[in-house]
């Protein structure tokens, strides 16, 4: 009898380029690989010369032995399509605002505070495309499609498929698991791809390309997720309360809730996870601020003097200029960066404080309207290896803090491919 492959592979798109990661049953990492984009006229050519590319770079035995595949993308960056599945338009990536064009129509159409109402939702693309543009479809349009459901669709053939994780910025109802009638009612209904849960099987992989990269014919390529929920998933996080704290050039916060928490007020929505929530947000405090004071050099070296456990008392709340997201959503929120100490060391861990200050203040946010109590942290970013930080963090969080053994997105994108290699239940 033929044994089912095992080997699953995971593929994390994002703006600059991609990369790969294969596992085997014990979720172990058995190959990696990494490619930039290469430069072309079309970000969709370049899209899909790196997908066939990165396979290739799979070693041969691994991919002969592939029994799922799962892409992710960059959150709200979508493209249009034909009926055959060829873009129409260039893609919004996931920070183009030209949706702010048409806020006026998208304020006449979802509910206040909704996710969809910022300028570079899903949703406000798509309205920019159909209205803003050139107040019609373009031509041709057939399908919405986010940067991960049109890869996994050059793999399987099926158009017109998201995940909820990519869909909720697009106004899918992830609690409801249906699009609202506030949305089906419009004219744009048309071009909403069929939404089902990150990792479900969507289509074994198709046989030209299954033959053209020596794939098994029997490898299934299944519905992705956002490159943020798969860093998340990376992480191993599977109890209510625990968190991942990523420490980039922003601070993002992810906490696993047994209820589902939404707050435009204070910058938090909610992602499905099954029958849990993933809540959180992000603020614009973090490492981009770090770096307008000291090189990565001077902080390690600096780092090594702190002293984590004799608080400074400086009242920092460090942003690199005014406005914040999480815990308090306000365009005009000021910075504080001073009185500034003469010493650089004090200074550094006054901010170092001032952010850990702003993550604590944000899972308080969380606890407050009702999600799962915080009890442990993992951490993600650049960040995560600063140790002085990290002891900071945990005094002002109360709770173990800890770094997360995996953080690659596609690390986790393999285990969600893994998912569907389960036997059916």
């Not at 129509?105 to 910022?118: D, K, W």
């Amino acid at each position: 009898m033929t044994s089912v492959p095992q080997t699953t592979l995971g593929i994390d798109f994002g703006t600059s380029g991609a990369r790969a990661i294969a596992l085997d049953s014990q979720q172990q990492i058995q190959a990696q690989a990494k490619l930039s984009f290469a430069p072309t006229n079309s970000l969709a050519q370049q899209w899909q010369e790196t997908l066939w590319a990165l396979l290739d770079k799979v070693p041969l035995a691994l991919r002969q032995q592939l029994g799922a595949i799962a892409l992710n993308g960059t959150s709200a960056t979508v493209l249009l399509c034909d009926s055959q599945g060829q873009p129409i338009t260039a893609p919004l990536l996931y920070n183009d605002d030209r949706g702010q064009e048409v806020q006026d129509a998208i304020a006449q159409i979802a509910p206040r505070g909704h996710v969809v109402t910022s300028a570079t939702s899903s949703l406000s693309k798509l309205l920019w495309w159909c209205q803003g543009n050139s107040r019609q479809t373009p031509t041709g349009a057939q399908y919405l499609m986010h940067q991960a459901d049109w890869l996994s669709f050059l793999l399987h053939g099926q158009l017109g498929i998201s995940d909820y994780h990519n869909a909720l910025k697009l106004g899918y109802d992830v609690e409801a698991l249906a699009y609202p009638r506030w949305l089906t009612d419009l004219p744009i209904a048309a071009l909403l791809p069929r939404v089902v849960a990150p990792g479900s099987r969507i289509a074994p992989i198709l046989p030209a390309i299954a033959q053209r990269l020596s794939l098994p014919a029997s490898c299934w390529v299944c519905a992705g997720t956002t490159d943020s929920i798969a860093a998340f998933l990376a992480s191993g996080v599977q109890h209510p309360g625990e968190a991942v704290t990523s420490l980039g050039s922003t601070l993002v916060l992810k906490l696993l809730s047994h209820r589902r928490i939404e707050s435009s007020q204070y910058g938090i929505y909610s992602h499905r996870l099954g029958d849990r929530w993933l809540v959180g947000g992000a603020s614009n405090t973090g490492g981009a601020v770090l770096a307008k004071f000291f090189s990565p050099e001077q902080i390690d070296q600096l780092s090594q003097s702190l002293q984590p456990n004799s608080p400074t008392d400086l009242d920092y709340y460090p942003l690199t200029q005014p406005g914040e997201r999480f815990p308090t959503n306000d365009p005009h929120f000021l910075p504080r960066l001073t009185p500034r100490p003469d010493r650089c060391g004090l200074f550094l861990q006054g901010l170092l404080e001032g952010i850990a200050k702003i993550e604590a203040q944000g899972y308080a946010r969380l606890a407050e309207l009702g999600a799962s109590p915080l009890e442990q942290v993992y951490t993600a970013g650049g960040g995560a290896k600063n140790l002085a930080w990290t002891a900071i963090r945990a005094n002002c969080l109360q709770v173990p803090v800890s770094c997360a053994s995996q953080t690659e997105a596609a690390y986790g994108s393999a285990l969600l491919a893994r998912q569907s290699l389960q036997p059916w239940r």
